[in-house]
T-cell receptor, first 113, second 115 residues
Framework: GDSVTQMEGPVTLSEEAFLTINCTYTATGYPSLFWYVQYPGEGLQLLLKATKADDKGSNKGFEATYRKETTSFHLEKGSVQVSDSAVYFCALTEGTGGFKTIFGAGTRLFVKA | EPEVTQTPSHQVTQMGQEVILRCVPISNHLYFYWYRQILGQKVEFLVSFYNNEISEKSEIFDDQFSVERPDGSNFTLKIRSTKLEDSAMYFC?????????????FGDGTRLSIL
């Protein structure tokens, strides 16, 4: 079945460092791809999405590009802040009437001042 | 911005008891979902619901689970006879449409602790 694999954490960075969180997927159809963020004590918030190959999703300085050839959707940010400390989940939904979201295991990010 | 709300935020229940988790989806959404996240593990799909019936369910969603939309605003998950392994964070989600390119909006979750 469809699945999402993301890099294990925790990832610890200093403020203003460059962030990459790797995500790859396996899907039989044409999935839409998402990044969700979970801040401490809170629920899941949509960070960005991309619905077809070569689409770039972006929000709050984060970016991810839907790469069909490498089945990847890596999350990047040029300069992280302490407030970006959270758990980041890569996820997909199937493109043909999918009713469920499949999540990766999550990557915890710690940003030090 | 409209949001999905879940109550209670934390529920503590004795093993074998019934528990009902409540959710109020975004008002114009038509598709509703429950997910769970066991501590330290990934978020897992339980069930999706549309037009007053289950659209899809996972193998986790066995006979002890049920969902209901008792009125025009609430969406509930009932666990009939709780087990220790049901301890988890339960997330409700809703979406306007059931297409794959439409993101699901999640609530803050209910932490269920089974003693």
């Amino acid at each position: 079945g469809d699945s999402v694999t993301q890099m294990e954490g925790p990832v610890t960075l200093s403020e203003e460092a460059f962030l990459t969180i790797n995500c790859t997927y396996t899907a039989t159809g044409y999935p839409s791809l998402f990044w969700y963020v979970q801040y401490p004590g809170e629920g899941l918030q949509l960070l960005l999405k991309a619905t077809k190959a070569d689409d770039k999703g972006s929000n709050k300085g984060f970016e991810a590009t839907y790469r069909k050839e490498t089945t990847s959707f890596h999350l990047e940010k040029g300069s992280v802040q302490v407030s970006d400390s959270a758990v980041y989940f890569c996820a997909l939904t199937e493109g043909t009437g999918g009713f469920k979201t499949i999540f990766g295991a999550g990557t915890r990010l710690f940003v030090k001042a | 911005e409209p949001e999905v709300t879940q109550t209670p935020s934390h529920q503590v229940t004795q093993m074998g008891q019934e528990v009902i988790l409540r959710c109020v989806p975004i008002s114009n959404h038509l598709y509703f979902y429950w997910y769970r996240q066991i501590l330290g593990q990934k978020v897992e799909f339980l069930v999706s619901f549309y037009n007053n019936e289950i659209s899809e369910k996972s193998e986790i969603f066995d006979d002890q689970f049920s969902v209901e939309r008792p009125d025009g605003s609430n969406f509930t998950l009932k666990i009939r006879s709780t087990k220790l392994e049901d301890s988890a964070m339960y997330f409700c989600a809703s979406s306007a449409q059931g297409r794959g390119n439409q993101p699901q909006h999640f609530g803050d979750g209910t932490r269920l602790s089974i003693l």
